[in-house]
Nanobody
Framework: QVQLVDSGGGLVQSGGSLRLSCATS????????IGWFRQLPGKEREGISC????????YYSDSVKGRFAISRDNAKNTVYLQMNSLKPEDTGVYYC?????????????????????WGQGTVVNVSS
């Protein structure tokens, strides 16, 4: 059974950092891409970062480029999103997601149609 368990959200001051974790199970991560989406208050879900382990492609939205970094721990089948220089406008619910087999990362990773599996979400709250 495919599972994505995301965690690591919390309350942080503006300018601070958080690391989100996505523990994966039920599939071979080497053939898939993992993305992070977020839903800001009053907005639709948007993809902000993606890494493909099948073709090595990556994607970062303009809003997080240079501040966030996606990575993998092979031994733990876990994907991380390191978030630095956090801003109050980063406040929202963050979701780990998985794409279908062999789908890579591109601008299409920004849209929910890219996703076939969602984690349960973790809340990030950045205070000013």
């Amino acid at each position: 059974q495919v599972q994505l368990v995301d965690s690591g959200g919390g309350l942080v001051q503006s300018g601070g950092s958080l690391r989100l974790s996505c523990a994966t199970s039920g599939f071979n991560l080497d053939y898939y891409a993992i993305g992070w989406f977020r839903q800001l208050p009053g907005k639709e879900r948007e993809g902000i970062s993606c890494i493909s382990f099948s073709d090595g492609s990556t994607y970062y939205s303009d809003s997080v480029k240079g501040r966030f970094a996606i990575s993998r721990d092979n031994a733990k089948n876990t994907v991380y999103l390191q978030m630095n220089s956090l801003k109050p406008e980063d406040t929202g619910v963050y979701y780990c997601t998985k794409a279908p087999l062999f789908r890579g990362c591109s601008r299409s990773s920004h849209y929910a149609t890219w996703v076939d599996t969602w984690g349960q979400g973790t809340v990030v709250n950045v205070s000013s």
